[in-house]
């Protein structure tokens, strides 16, 4: 055997020393900000598109549905860029996911208030595309929720073995 190969399997304790450095992949948390992020890309779209297609030009309504996809698209972008590592970020990530949330909460009750009485003089109709926008809130609400209250991800460092 040369002195390039080792007999050190990964896992071991030589391998436990060189993946202590790396800290391991939060897969769940990951796929939360990745279908949260896209869940509030596609309200936005939606919003867009109806902006788009004739909401610019109701008086109050225009303007919110404009401020909507602006919003959704911001907190998308903050929802996936802000990690979760080194701690210092955690609460930013919490936040961001909080508010991501808390804003598609805010978007289907506006539209549950449209349907029902009514909004700044305007009264939604209920239709399929609304119908589908209010399934995509309810979920982005309960994938950034659950990454809002995921626990934070485990330290390795302190879970390796000291040698």
Not at 19 to 33: E, K, S
Not at 123 to 133: D, F, L, N, P, S
């Amino acid at each position: 055997m040369t002195g390039r190969h080792s007999m050190t399997r990964p896992g071991t304790a030589r391998g436990a020393r060189e993946d202590a450095g790396r800290p391991a992949p939060d897969w769940p948390a990951i796929v939360l900000r990745v279908v949260g992020s896209g869940l509030l890309i596609a309200t936005a779209a939606i919003h867009l598109d109806l902006y788009l297609t004739g909401y610019r030009t109701i008086p109050t309504i225009g303007w919110l549905f404009l401020l909507q996809v602006i919003a959704a698209f911001g907190l998308a972008l903050a929802v996936l860029a802000i990690p979760r590592r080194p701690a210092a970020a955690l609460l930013a990530s919490r936040l961001a996911a909080a508010a991501g949330a808390g804003f598609a909460l805010a978007t289907l009750g506006g539209y549950l208030l449209s349907v029902w009485t009514g909004l700044f003089g305007f009264k939604e109709v209920r239709t399929t595309a609304g119908i589908a926008a209010g399934v995509v809130e309810v979920a982005a609400f309960v994938v950034l929720a659950a990454l809002a209250l995921a626990p934070a991800p485990a330290n390795r460092e302190a879970a390796a073995p000291a040698t």
